[in-house]
C-alpha cells in the first residue's frame, strides 16, 4: 500500500492532524520504506513532525526534516502514524509504501 501526506504532491497543508493505520494479518509484519520525505525541519521535530507507533515497541519515532528515513520493519502487525503541522511553513510532502 501507499500512504501520501495530503494534497501529495502538492505541499501538505497547515494545521493538520492526520491519523494512517495500517494493519496486517496476525502474526505478520510491516515493513515501512519512505519513498520521498520533506517536511519542515526543528530539531526537536516541535513544529512538523510525522509520528510512527509501533504499538508493541517502546521506540515511538519522530520524522521532520528533508533526509529520507531509513526503512521501518514494525514488531508486530499493526502500526500507525501520525502526522501534525502548525500553522506556517508547509513546503514538502512524504510518500511512504508499505
Ligand atoms: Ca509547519
Redesign the pocket.
Known amino acids: 500500500g501507499v500512504i501520501t501526506s495530503p494534497n501529495y504532491p502538492n505541499n501538505y497543508p ?1 494545521k493538520l492532524d492526520c491519523k494512517f493505520s495500517i494493519e496486517a494479518p496476525d502474526g505478520a509484519t510491516i515493513t515501512i520504506t519512505f519513498q520521498e520525505f520533506s ?2 525541519a526543528e530539531s526537536d521535530c516541535s ?2 513532525r510525522l509520528e510512527f507507533i509501533d504499538p508493541l515497541s517502546d521506540n515511538t519515532k519522530l520524522y521532520c526534516g528533508s533526509t529520507l528515513p531509513p526503512p521501518v520493519i514494525s514488531k508486530g502487525n499493526k502500526v500507525s502514524f501520525l502526522f501534525s ?6 513546503n514538502g510532502n512524504f510518500k511512504i509504501t508499505y
Open positions: 497547515n517536511i519542515e513544529f512538523d503541522t502548525d500553522s506556517n511553513v508547509n
